[in-house]
């Protein structure tokens, strides 16, 4: 493609070209394959936690309460701020 400059090009100057590329996709629907491969990978869900004496299924409960708190106290704020 020809570079284009403000103003009329100096005498004897030689055109200037850069080169672009494009990328050209076809979109197809995802294999039923695809689609459980997905489903495993976001599934995946790691909890770490510094408190050595809790099991997983309290540690993961406790994480879930806490994010309950979090939500209901947002919208406790907003409430009183209204």
Avoid: N
């Avoid at 850069?18 to 990978?41: C, F, G, M, N």
């Amino acid at each position: 493609v020809p570079v284009k400059h403000r103003g009329r090009p100096k005498a004897g100057r030689p055109a200037e070209w850069k080169t672009e590329y494009t990328v050209a996709l076809t979109a197809t629907d995802p294999t039923s394959e695809q689609i459980q491969e997905e489903r495993q990978r976001r599934c995946t869900f790691i909890l770490l936690s510094s408190k050595m004496s809790l099991d997983a299924r309290t540690a993961l409960q406790e994480y879930k309460a806490q994010d309950q708190d979090e939500m209901g106290l947002s919208q406790t704020l907003l409430f009183s701020v209204a």
